[in-house]
C-alpha cells in the first residue's frame, strides 16, 4: 500500500468511513489542466465528490465552468458561485418551475441545462417565462449511450430550431456524452470519438448555416477526455468526474490515465472472525457502491482474499491467514466506484501527511437544499 494513504492515529475515524486525499485531489485537478492545457476548456462533473470544498480547489486552479446532474448539486454550485453551472439532466414536471427558481436566487452563476424532447423543451419554456427568468439550454445528443438524448439529424435540428424559438430559453450548443466509451486501449477510444462526431459536427455545420449559433459542445466522461483534451473543437469543454477522486476501476481500466492517482479509500475495521478462515469488516453496501458486481465491490489494500458476502454493513472475506486479523483492525479499501460511494456517506475524513486534518460535508448528496 501507498504509504501515503496510512494514517498515523485511524483511532479518531469511525468506520466504515470515507477518506478524501486532499493532496492528491490538487494533484489530479493539476493533471486535468495539464492534459487540456487551458482551464476554460474544463468542465468537470460535481457528482463524483458532491463537495464544496472540491469545487472551491478547482476554481482556485481556474477552473470557473462545472457541470451536475441534480437540482441540489445545481444549488450547491451556486452556493459557491461558480460562474457557470450545467445541468446536465432533463427537466421535466415540478423540476422545470425549480430550475427556473435556481436561476433566480442565484444570479451570480450562470446556468444552463440540457433537453432532448419537444415536450420538455415545452414545459421548461411554460416555467421560464412564468418565473421571468431565462437561460440557455444545451441540445443533448445521443452518441451511442442511448440513455438520453436525440441522435444527430433531422429530428435533433428541429428541437434546435424550438430551442431558438422558445421563450425564456437560448439554444447554447451540444452536450455530447459518451458515457458507453470504454474501451480499455486508447486507440479504441480514440477511434469511437472520431466515429461518434462526424454526425455532431455536420449537425452543428447545418445549424450554422441555417443562421442559428452552437457556441459550446460540452464533451465526453473520464474515459475519453485525454482523445477530447488532444481535439481542435471549437467551443468544446471536456467534462470528465471521476477521475478528480479516481477509482480502483478506471484506474485499471485506462492506464493512459497513469498520471491520476487514487485520491479515495474507505476506513474499514474487523469486527469479527467467524471461522478460522474468514474475516468480516464493517464494509457493507451501504458504504460501498454496489453497481459493480458482488465480490469487486471494492479492493481491501494489502488484504488478499475472496470478498464471498457482502450484505448492508458486512463484507466477509475467506483468506487462509485470518488469524493474522483481530477485531478492531485497521484496513483501507479501494472504491470500484467512487461517485456513488462518496453519496453514501454523510462526510468525507480529510488526510494530509497521514493525519486527519478537517471533515468535508457531502453537501449536495442531499435531494434538496433549499429549492
Ligand atoms: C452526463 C455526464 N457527464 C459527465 C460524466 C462524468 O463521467 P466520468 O464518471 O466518466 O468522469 C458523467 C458520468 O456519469 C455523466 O453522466
Not at 138 to 159: K, S, Y
Not at 245 to 263: I, P
Request: glycine fraction near 8%; charge should be neutral; aromatic fraction near 8%.
Amino acid at each position: 500500500m501507498n504509504p501515503e494513504y496510512r494514517l498515523k492515529d485511524p483511532s479518531q475515524v469511525f468506520s466504515p468511513g470515507l477518506l478524501f486525499y486532499k493532496t492528491l485531489i490538487a494533484r489530479n485537478i493539476k493533471a486535468l489542466i495539464a492534459r487540456v492545457g487551458d482551464p476554460s476548456r474544463l468542465r468537470p462533473h460535481v457528482k463524483t465528490h458532491k463537495t464544496r470544498q472540491i469545487v472551491r480547489m478547482e476554481r482556485e486552479a481556474g477552473i470557473t465552468k462545472q457541470k451536475c446532474a441534480t437540482i441540489a448539486e445545481a444549488e450547491m454550485l451556486g452556493q459557491c458561485e461558480v460562474p457557470d453551472v450545467l445541468l446536465a439532466y432533463p427537466m421535466v414536471g415540478p423540476n422545470c418551475a425549480r430550475f427556473a427558481q435556481l436561476v433566480k436566487k442565484y444570479p451570480g452563476t450562470k446556468y444552463s441545462v440540457i433537453a432532448d424532447h419537444a415536450l420538455g423543451i415545452q414545459q421548461l419554456s411554460d416555467a421560464m417565462r412564468n418565473a421571468g427568468v431565462s437561460a440557455e439550454v444545451f441540445l443533448d445528443v445521443d452518441v451511442g449511450q442511448h440513455r438520453t438524448g436525440i441522435a444527430a439529424g433531422p429530428a435533433a435540428r428541429q428541437l434546435y430550431e424550438q430551442l431558438a424559438r422558445s421563450s425564456g430559453l437560448k439554444p447554447g450548443g451540444f452536450h455530447v456524452y459518451d458515457g458507453h466509451n470504454h474501451q480499455h486501449p486508447i486507440e479504441e477510444r480514440k477511434a469511437a470519438v472520431e466515429k461518434m462526431l462526424a454526425p455532431v459536427l455536420e449537425l452543428r455545420d447545418t445549424l450554422t448555416k441555417s443562421g442559428l449559433s452552437v457556441p459550446r459542445l460540452v464533451v465526453g466522461g473520464t474515459p475519453t477526455f485525454p482523445v477530447f483534451a488532444t481535439l481542435e473543437i471549437a467551443g468544446a469543454e471536456c467534462s470528465p468526474g471521476t477521475c478528480v477522486l479516481n477509482d480502483f476501476n478506471y484506474g485499471t481500466w485506462f492506464q493512459d490515465m497513469g498520471e491520476f492517482a487514487h485520491a479515495a479509500l474507505l476506513l474499514t475495521r474487523v469486527i469479527s472472525r467467524p471461522t478460522a478462515t474468514r474475516v468480516t469488516f464493517d464494509l457493507g453496501y451501504k458504504a460501498v457502491a454496489s453497481d459493480p458486481p458482488a465480490g469487486k465491490r471494492c479492493v481491501l489494500l494489502d488484504v488478499k482474499g475472496d470478498h464471498v458476502l457482502q450484505n448492508e454493513e458486512h463484507l466477509v472475506v475467506e483468506m487462509p491467514d485470518a488469524e493474522r486479523f483481530q477485531p478492531g483492525d485497521v484496513a483501507y479499501a479501494l472504491p470500484a466506484h467512487v461517485c456513488p460511494t462518496s453519496a453514501m456517506h454523510q462526510f468525507a475524513y480529510i488526510v494530509e501527511n497521514n493525519q486527519v486534518v478537517d471533515r468535508w460535508d457531502i453537501a449536495s448528496r442531499d435531494r434538496v437544499l433549499t429549492i
